[in-house]
T-cell receptor, first 114, second 114 residues
Framework: EAQVTQNPRYLITVTGKKLTVTCSQNMNHEYMSWYRQDPGLGLRQIYYSMNVEVTDKGDVPEGYKVSRKEKRNFPLILESPSPNQTSLYFC?????????????FGPGTRLTVT | AQSVTQLGSHVSVSEGALVLLRCNYSSSVPPYLFWYVQYPNQGLQLLLKYTTGATLVKGINGFEAEFKKSETSFHLTKPSAHMSDAAEYFCAVRNSGGYQKVTFGIGTKLQVIP
C-alpha cells in the first residue's frame, strides 16, 4: 500500500530537549516536504526536498533542521524545541514529473512543548 | 511569489444545498492547483487537481472545480451537500516551473446543517 508514515504520532516534550520526527514514503517520490498546521494559519511549509541531498527552506524554517540522505526518508529535527513549536506536523511526498504532482500526506504528528 | 486566498474560514450550508468554497491564487507562471480535504484527526487527501487541459475538473465525492485564468480563481463546488462533507478544505498552488514550492490557503471549515 502506497503511504507516508510518520513517527511518533503524539509527542510531549520539554523546552530544549532535542527531538526527531521521522517520515518515510514507499512511493519512490523525489519531492518531500514538512508542514506545520496551526489554527487560523492553515498549513505552512517548513522545509522541502527536491531529491536526495537537495533541501530548501519553506516559509517557516526557523528552529528546524532536515536531512535527506535517502530517497524514502526525510526526518524533521528540532534541536532545541520551544513552546511556540507546539503544533500539528505533516510530512508529504510527491513525484516531480508527469501528472502525478499531488502530495500524499502522512497522518500527522501532534507535538506539545512545555 | 505565489499565494492563495480562501475567502471564508468557516462556511455553513444546509444538507442538500450547494457547496461553494472560494479560492483565488497568484502565481507568476502557469500554476498547478489543488483542493485537499482534511477530516477530523486525519491527514490531508486530494480532492481534485488542475494541471493542464480541461479547465473544469471533477474530483472525488461529487466535487468539482473550475480553473478561471482571467479571474485567477479555482472555486470548489458540489451541487448537494451531504453530512459526510463536513471537513476542512484547503486550496493549494504549485509552480509549474522548476521551482516546486507549494503554498496552501488557510483552509475553510465546512459545516453541514441537517
Amino acid at each position: 500500500e502506497a503511504q507516508v508514515t510518520q513517527n511518533p504520532r503524539y509527542l510531549i516534550t520539554v523546552t530544549g530537549k532535542k527531538l526527531t520526527v521521522t517520515c518515510s514514503q514507499n512511493m519512490n517520490h523525489e519531492y518531500m516536504s514538512w508542514y506545520r498546521q496551526d489554527p487560523g494559519l492553515g498549513l505552512r511549509q517548513i522545509y522541502y526536498s527536491m531529491n536526495v541531498e537537495v533541501t530548501d527552506k519553506g516559509d517557516v524554517p526557523e528552529g528546524y533542521k532536515v536531512s535527506r540522505k535517502e530517497k524514502r526518508n526525510f526526518p524533521l529535527i528540532l534541536e532545541s524545541p520551544s513552546p511556540n513549536q507546539t503544533s500539528l506536523y505533516f510530512c508529504a511526498s510527491s513525484s516531480n514529473s508527469g501528472q502525478g504532482l499531488e502530495q500524499y500526506f502522512g497522518p500527522g504528528t501532534r507535538l506539545t512543548v512545555t | 511569489a505565489q499565494s492563495v486566498t480562501q475567502l471564508g474560514s468557516h462556511v455553513s450550508v444546509s444538507e442538500g444545498a450547494l457547496v461553494l468554497l472560494r479560492c483565488n491564487y497568484s502565481s507568476s507562471v502557469p500554476p498547478y492547483l489543488f483542493w485537499y480535504v482534511q477530516y477530523p484527526n486525519q491527514g490531508l487527501q486530494l480532492l481534485l487537481k488542475y494541471t493542464t487541459g480541461a479547465t473544469l475538473v471533477k474530483g472525488i465525492n461529487g466535487f468539482e472545480a473550475e480553473f478561471k485564468k482571467s479571474e485567477t480563481s479555482f472555486h470548489l463546488t458540489k451541487p448537494s451537500a451531504h453530512m459526510s462533507d463536513a471537513a476542512e478544505y484547503f486550496c493549494a498552488v504549485r509552480n509549474s516551473g522548476g521551482y516546486q514550492k507549494v503554498t496552501f490557503g488557510i483552509g475553510t471549515k465546512l459545516q453541514v446543517i441537517p
